[in-house]
């Protein structure tokens, strides 16, 4: 799955007008094949920060969308926020639990040169001590396209029931023991970011489009 992410400013004035233009465009998105879904999130940390995430089949199918007259039509008056940053990932796994939540974590990791294959097995190891320990929606890890094929930034998106459950895995013995055991070197831990989805899209029958 080819996922494009961004950070976004949003005045307090212009939150209302700027979630209502936000939802609209994942509408007009939502009508093109390929599209799988789009979520908005809000930071909890300092005020006016959004992640806007949009996940579709693949890079080409994102293209052939913004090529189309709606989408030049929509997007070609200003915006209301200002982006902060705007990358393109691949995924390469995601852990599915059974709980249902709106809080989100957002890691970026610097990954050592030649690692993938054993960062990819360390993430396996997480993904199933956080499956078994509850509370988990999904964990989606993923690899920066900029950087290439052996490219030294993943970005790891873990939704879940709640903080508190978080914490709690965090607090667990089975994570402290899981922590003693990494690899040194392995990758380092550039940012943690903790977030709310406000707003989500998700189409089930995009095939027919």
């Given at each position: 799955m080819y996922l494009q992410l961004e950070v976004k400013t949003i005045a307090s004035g212009q939150l209302?007008?700027?979630?209502?233009?936000?939802?609209?465009?994942?509408?007009?998105?939502a009508r093109n094949k390929g599209f799988v879904e789009a979520?908005?999130?809000?930071?909890l940390g300092a005020p006016g920060q959004y992640l806007?995430?949009?996940?579709?089949?693949?890079a080409e199918a994102h293209q052939a969308y913004r090529a189309t007259p709606e989408a030049v039509a929509?997007?070609?008056?200003p915006m209301p926020y200002k982006n902060l940053l705007v990358q393109r990932w691949d995924e390469l796994m995601r852990s599915t639990g059974n709980a249902g939540g709106n809080f989100l974590v957002r890691t970026i990791h610097n990954?050592?040169?030649?690692?993938?294959?054993?960062?990819l097995e360390n993430r396996r190891q997480y993904d199933c001590l956080?499956?078994?320990e509850g509370g988990v929606v999904d964990i989606r890890t993923y690899r920066l396209l900029a950087s290439g094929s052996d490219g030294i930034e993943a970005l790891v998106l873990e939704r879940r029931h709640s903080r508190?459950?978080?914490d709690r895995l965090l607090?667990?013995?089975?994570?402290?023991e899981y922590e003693k055991a990494l690899p040194p070197g392995l990758y380092s831990t550039e940012l943690t970011e903790c977030y709310e989805v406000i707003q989500e899209a998700n189409i089930d029958a995009r095939e027919e489009n």
């Open positions: 209302s007008e700027a979630l209502e233009w936000l939802s609209q465009l994942h509408e007009v998105m979520r908005s999130s809000q930071f806007v995430g949009r996940t579709w089949i693949n929509f997007t070609g008056g990954i050592h040169a030649g690692s993938w294959d054993e960062y956080s499956l078994r508190e459950g978080y607090e667990s013995t089975n994570y402290v």
